[in-house]
């Protein structure tokens, strides 16, 4: 079935600790997104993709970094430089050329500071 | 920049009745898309409705619908015939047609079904 796989979906890391979280799709779609939600915040976008080899800060992108070497791949780094990383990420794709605006997502990851 | 409030942290409608979910938002634009998403506890975001503003007439999905005001920005969420399974948080996203397809959210809404 097609769909955005998040993975791990739990991670634990230990501050100053750079983390790697995993984004692949296999719906063809062009753009892909990160967000981070945070209770009573809603979601908060990290970083955005349009193109292979292309991506764009979103509100939030300072102590995060993303890579876009494939169409279905869309890592997030979240970097020792991040202060407050504990929070639960989502990643979405959208095919552009449709422009419907409609973002489907995966089921998430949850990241933890110790 | 656009900017999406939903005022209601939370809310809570007894089984088989109706509910309704409020959302306003911000911006200069005539034209965008307004979305409400459903984040159930397995945390994953799904679609619920969309409403494209050009388009006067509000958008229904089965026992959910909308009631978009252009002019108050106003985007609520009607929930009829409410099922336990409809418990979820709830969140109202705005889309700029201009540019990336990245969504504006809202803070969200808990929604408590009562048996």
Request: charged content about 20%; overall charge neutral; glycine content about 6%.
């Amino acid at each position: 079935d097609g769909g955005i796989t998040q993975s791990p979906k739990y991670l634990f890391r230990k501050e100053g600790q750079n983390v790697t979280l995993s984004c692949e799709q296999n719906l063809n779609h062009d753009a892909m997104y990160w967000y981070r939600q945070d209770p009573g915040q809603g979601l908060r976008l990290i970083y955005y993709s349009q193109i292979v080899n292309d991506f764009q800060k979103g509100d939030i992108a300072e102590g995060y970094s993303v890579s876009r070497e494939k169409k279905e791949s869309f890592p997030l780094t979240v970097t020792s430089a991040q202060k407050n990383p504990t929070a639960f990420y989502l990643c979405a794709s959208s095919r552009a050329a449709l422009n419907t605006g409609e973002l489907f997502f995966g089921e998430g990851s949850r990241l933890t500071v110790l | 920049a656009q900017t999406v409030t939903q005022s209601q942290p939370e809310m809570s409608v007894q089984e088989a009745e109706t509910v309704t979910l409020s959302c306003t938002y911000d911006t200069s634009e005539s034209d965008y898309y307004l979305f409400w998403y459903k984040q159930p506890p397995s945390r994953q975001m799904i679609l619920v409705i969309r409403q494209e503003a050009y388009k006067q007439q509000n958008a229904t999905e089965n026992r959910f619908s909308v009631n978009f005001q252009k002019a108050a920005k106003s985007f609520s969420l009607k929930i009829s015939d409410s099922q336990l399974g409809d418990a979820a948080m709830y969140f109202c996203a705005y889309r700029s047609p201009q540019g990336a397809q990245k969504l504006v959210f809202g803070q969200g809404t808990r929604l408590t079904i009562n048996p």
